[in-house]
């Protein structure tokens, strides 16, 4: 049975910094392609990164490009989003997922940037 068990969210300040965790199992993470996925209050869900089994990426949408870094631990197999630079803008439930074959989600994790 797949599980993907994100973590790491909070509230924090606009310029802030957090890092979430995905932990995984279930199934060969890796030979598997990861994204993180965001959904914003009134919003769909989209994708914000993604990194490949095999070397590919990160690759990142427009709207975090420069402030977060996506990267992963096959050992554990694990995927992080280390987030900087945080806007009011960012503030959503973060996912994440295999990106060719999308598994049930997770609970996410709540991000919340505010002042």
């Known amino acids: 049975q797949v599980q993907l068990v994100e973590s790491g969210g909070g509230f924090v300040q606009p310029g802030g910094s957090l890092k979430l965790s995905c932990a995984t199992s279930g199934f060969n993470f890796a030979y598997a392609s990861m994204s993180w996925y965001r959904q914003a209050p009134g919003k769909e869900r989209e994708s914000i990164a993604t990194?490949?089994?095999?070397?590919?990426?990160?690759y990142y949408a427009d709207s975090v490009k420069g402030r977060f870094t996506m990267s992963r631990d096959d050992a554990k197999k694990t995927v992080f989003l280390q987030m900087n630079n945080l806007r009011p803008e960012d503030t959503a439930v973060y996912f994440c997922n295999r990106r060719d074959v999308l598994y049930s989600w997770g609970q996410g994790t709540h991000v919340t940037v505010s002042s």
């Open positions: 990194i490949s089994n095999v070397g590919g990426g990160p």
